[in-house]
């Protein structure tokens, strides 16, 4: 399983740094790193999705692994509509900055969470 998650992980990376990128540079955004930042998001998701359907339809799941699922879903939640409040054209609360941040880790450390438990 390590080896199918490296795409997932690389574009998880990708994101990660993305969006440290436009968190120094600040506004106006940069529409490039913007799109890659979102595009890698959304295709870690997906990728991630596959690999969690696969494994729950393989009958080897146990309890413990349902725990940073359910958490990178809610992550995933508050961190798309978070992330699409802040790059509005309207700046963005404190609060919204605050979300994403919080989002993020917590998907960080499911993520890897999750990596160990399978």
């Known amino acids: 399983m390590v080896t199918i998650s490296i795409l997932p992980g690389t574009l998880l990376l990708l994101t990660l740094l993305t969006g440290f990128w436009l968190y120094k540079t600040g506004r106006p955004l940069n529409i490039p790193i913007n ?15 596959r690999i969690v359907v696969s494994h729950l339809q393989s009958g080897k799941t146990m309890i413990l692994e349902a725990i940073p699922v359910t958490i990178v879903a809610i992550g995933i939640i ?13 700046p963005p609360k ?17 993520f890897i969470t999750f990596q160990l438990l399978f």
Request: aromatic content about 2%; proline content about 0%; hydrophobic content about 55%.
């Open 94 to 110: 404190q609060a919204m900055k605050t979300i994403h941040r919080i989002s993020t880790a917590l998907i960080v450390i499911s």
């Open 78 to 90: 508050l961190i798309f509509v978070s992330g699409a409040i802040l790059s509005s054209s309207k």
């Open 35 to 49: 799109t890659i930042h979102k595009l890698s998001a959304v295709a870690a998701v997906i990728l991630t999705g």
